[in-house]
């Protein structure tokens, strides 16, 4: 099992429940092949950064996954017949996480080791922050 | 003897160039997101063109990271692949 990213772009015209439906399509396709959805994010209307199929702002919602590769290609086909989804991408974030989690306790244990002067990680940013 | 090279001329005023450093090391950035569109639209200037190392000064371990979320940020039109 590995933890992957899926972000998708749905046509900004599209309704709330429209919306609301292809999240609960993906969810079940993750479920139901024995994957978990960890977050849930509707990052909302945004000018695309060029235009896509004639758009020129999408409604962006974000999945994080735990899942195996078959689940990820399962939703790939099913957003790619989706006619109300104008774009998606996967990106896979276990060796990410990982990575991170080595950086954050070598960090820890040279703070540690230092004593209380060592100056404090940056907070981490959330999502919508860093989407404006 | 002594070379001249060594002895700078007099009036003649040493250049200094502020040194670079690399944003992401100075203030510990560790995971560089292709979500953070405030972060990366520092590095890509109007042309929206990754900007090069030797200007911007990010160390190349960073660097790598930034152009690795610049481009995934481009597949999902976070970012522009060109301007118009």
């Known amino acids: 099992m590995r933890h992957y990213e899926i972000m998708f772009i749905v046509n900004p015209n599209a309704a709330e429940e429209e919306i609301d439906k292809i999240?609960?399509?993906v969810e079940g396709i993750v479920t139901s092949g024995g994957g978990t959805v960890d977050k849930v994010e509707k990052m909302g209307k945004r000018r695309l950064a060029y235009e896509v199929d004639r758009h020129r702002e999408?409604?962006?919602v974000l999945f994080v996954i735990t899942a195996n590769g078959d689940i990820v290609k399962e939703c790939e086909r099913r957003l790619r017949v989706m006619?109300?989804?104008?774009?998606?991408?996967?990106?896979?974030?276990?060796d990410e996480v990982r990575r991170l989690d080595k950086m954050k306790n070598y960090r820890q244990k040279r703070a540690a080791r230092r004593g209380s002067g060592e100056r404090a990680p940056a907070p981490t940013q959330s999502v919508e922050e860093a989407m404006q | 003897m002594k070379s001249a090279k060594e002895k700078r001329p007099a009036g003649q005023k040493q250049y200094y160039r502020r040194k670079k450093v690399c944003k992401f090391c100075v203030e510990r950035i560790d995971a560089i997101n292709y979500k953070?569109?405030?972060?990366?639209?520092?590095?890509?200037p109007e042309r929206?063109?990754?900007m090069p190392r030797r200007i911007s000064g990010v160390c190349s371990h960073?660097?790598?990271?930034?152009?690795?979320?610049i481009k995934k940020a481009r597949n999902i039109a976070l970012l522009p692949f060109a301007t118009e």
């Open chain 1, 23 to 25: 999240n609960t399509q």
């Open chain 1, 58 to 60: 999408g409604y962006y």
């Open chain 1, 83 to 94: 006619d109300a989804v104008i774009k998606y991408i996967t990106v896979r974030t276990d």
């Open chain 2, 36 to 44: 953070d569109v405030k972060l990366l639209s520092q590095f890509v």
């Open chain 2, 48 to 50: 929206a063109k990754i």
């Open chain 2, 62 to 69: 960073h660097q790598r990271q930034l152009n690795d979320a």
